[in-house]
């Protein structure tokens, strides 16, 4: 009996010791740090001071009036419903905050260090005891678990699938920890320092799932002083910000106040800009650029005009097919359908040739997939043959090309051959299915005037062929709703940039998320699934991720899910001539939040 209790007490002893030492293991692989970067080594070493893009002696003061089309009916970014007001990224801080001249890399905010294991099973944050909100009241741990948690419960869907698993807890009044049990990728760990901190004693006594008719109590740098829900919205920056001389902020958010008025339209906007209601703009339209910048603000001064080049990746500008709609889920149908839309002659007549065309989800970056595959692409594709477009191995994607003189005839037949491949015919100047007999008509649905500039050509080129495309113009809030809810056929939007390959990628094209606002297509697919997941599972190898982009690149493009538009790799910029601005420019923005009033 002695010897059995004797030799139970050296197994639990040995046990014992074992868990010592994993626990012993475990604090020696922990990584403490005052920044997290993905790949490489941060620009800014310890001991800075400010980013090299701001002039940390920029004066604080004066008003800069901007502008917003449509309307808003909250102050919350994060309810499911609604549109928000614009300036809302003024409102919150987060846990830490990148740069502009860096794509992964994140330094102190709201978090002073940061501290996580080397498996990333779990990831501490250090909350900057001067950390305060708005009222002056200290920000803690409780209100970063606080925050965490309630967009989990109540944000939107996508939120709890990307952070399924994750939990948090306050460890003391300044150290917040995130538990990860699965998905432990350094790049889930800064997403999680991407954090968006409310404060809780306000948001306890709100639905956070609903939208907001009064302005919030923030963390951030600017705060609502007046308002008119619908019409206009301004911002003061808070004197007593905490931050506000932190590395990451030092020479930013000169402004001391931040005006948006709302316009009904963009031809209302762009006409109340020339009138000088406003102050600084950012030219969307190659129009207005080529010829409609005139008139007296120009000619005496008042109004400056600057083009700069830019590295700054840019998506996929496009109509979206939504292919959970049976006429859109055949992709010979989508193919064929790109072959009306007339970039050369909208370039030349509508543009005046300042585009180029989109062709790329990863456009102007090295990700961008060009030529054939490459060997280290084919190792990666060749698993999924069968499951993705043969043309993914032997071809380089480009959108089809016309001659530029307004007749597509060669591409109207090409584009025919596929519809007839499909099971679609011209009878009568009609394009029918020959089973059922039903016409092939569908809807665009659009919220901008603007629009309708190359909305109508392609219309009229699809006429031409027996196709019906019924143009729906909508406001901003309806148009929201129904990209929610998947109610339509055909939509101007695009995919996001991308400036590398991110498991953000998931939320986009991943299955697992098709409830995103962002896979706008409605995309399910095995061979997306596993790319993307691939993505995600290789954040930190630089070559392994260059590889995947590119394969997800030919991937996506070749299953045709939009017709691709155009890109600008330039800022045009236009605004009152009552700014200075650094002499250097981060690489990867405009840089307005560096910029004050002379």
Not at 36 to 53: Q, V
Not at 347 to 365: E, G, I, M, V
């Amino acid at each position: 009996m002695f010897d059995n209790k004797k030799k139970y007490y050296f197994v639990l002893m040995f046990l014992i010791l074992q868990m010592l030492q994993v626990s012993f293991a475990s604090a020696q692989t922990t990584i403490t740090s005052d920044h997290l970067t993905l790949r490489g080594d941060p620009l800014n070493k310890k001991g800075w001071t400010h980013f090299s893009y701001v002039n940390p002696q920029a004066p604080k003061g004066g008003t800069v009036t901007l502008h917003a089309t449509g309307t808003y009916d909250n102050f919350h970014r994060y309810a499911l419903r609604g549109s928000c007001a614009a300036g809302y990224e003024y409102f919150y801080d987060t846990l830490m905050t990148g740069s502009g001249d860096e794509s992964d890399v994140l330094y102190p905010l709201i978090a002073s260090r940061v501290e996580y294991a080397a498996d990333y099973s779990f990831v501490i944050f250090d909350i900057n005891t001067n950390a305060k909100d708005q009222d002056g009241n200290a920000i803690t741990a409780e209100d970063a678990a606080f925050s965490f948690n309630i967009i989990f419960e109540k944000g939107v869907p996508q939120f709890r699938s990307y952070y399924a698993g994750v939990t948090v807890k306050a460890l003391s009044g300044n150290r917040v920890r995130f538990d990860l049990d699965r998905d432990r990728t350094k790049e889930k760990i800064m997403a999680l320092a991407g954090t968006t901190v409310f404060p809780k004693r306000y948001w306890q006594d709100h639905d956070f799932s609903e939208p907001l008719i009064t302005p919030p109590l923030g963390t951030g740098a600017y705060r609502v002083k007046d308002y008119k829900m619908g019409q206009y919205v301004v911002l003061e920056r808070v004197k007593n910000y905490w931050a506000a001389d932190l590395p990451v902020n030092k020479g930013q958010y000169n402004f001391d106040t931040i005006r948006y008025d709302y316009y009904r339209d963009t031809n209302v906007a762009f006409e109340a800009f020339k009138a000088g209601e406003y102050d600084f703009r950012q030219e969307n339209s190659a129009s207005n650029w080529a010829t409609a910048y005139n008139g007296k603000l120009f000619e005496n001064g008042t109004i400056v005009r600057e083009e700069i080049e830019h590295e700054v990746a840019q998506g996929m500008t496009s109509l979206v097919f939504n292919i959970q709609r049976p006429i859109f889920s055949d992709r010979r149908i989508r193919a064929a359908l790109n072959y009306f839309f007339d970039f050369e002659w909208m370039n030349k007549n509508l543009f005046y040739n300042q585009y180029k065309r989109a062709r790329s989800y990863f456009q102007n970056t090295r990700y961008e997939a060009k030529g054939i595959p490459s060997d280290d692409e084919l190792r990666v594709l060749e698993p999924l043959r069968g499951k993705i477009p043969n043309e993914v191995f032997t071809t380089e994607y480009n959108p089809p090309v016309s001659t530029g003189d307004g007749y597509i005839r060669n591409n109207a037949r090409e584009a025919m051959k596929l519809f007839k491949e499909a099971g679609w015919e011209l009878k009568k100047g009609k394009l029918v299915n020959v089973t059922t007999g039903e016409p092939f008509e569908f809807e665009l649905l659009i919220y901008d005037n603007t629009i309708e500039r190359y909305a109508i050509p392609y219309q009229r080129n699809l006429e031409r062929y027996g196709i019906t495309m019924r143009i729906r113009n909508i406001d901003v809030s309806q148009y929201i709703n129904r990209l929610r809810s998947r109610d339509f056929d055909l939509l101007a939007n695009g995919s996001p940039a991308f400036q590398a390959p991110s498991s953000e990628l998931m939320v986009v094209w991943h299955s697992q998320f098709i409830d995103s606002t962002w896979n706008t297509p409605g995309v399910t697919d095995d061979a997306v699934d596993y790319l993307t997941e691939q993505i995600a599972a290789n954040q930190e190898d630089d070559a392994k991720l260059l590889t995947l982009g590119r394969a997800l690149d030919r991937v996506l493009t070749l299953n045709i899910y939009c017709v691709p538009q155009w890109y600008l790799n330039k800022f045009r910029l236009a605004y009152i001539d009552k700014f200075d601005k650094p002499n250097v420019r981060p690489k990867y923005d405009v840089g307005f939040n560096t910029w004050w009033v002379k």
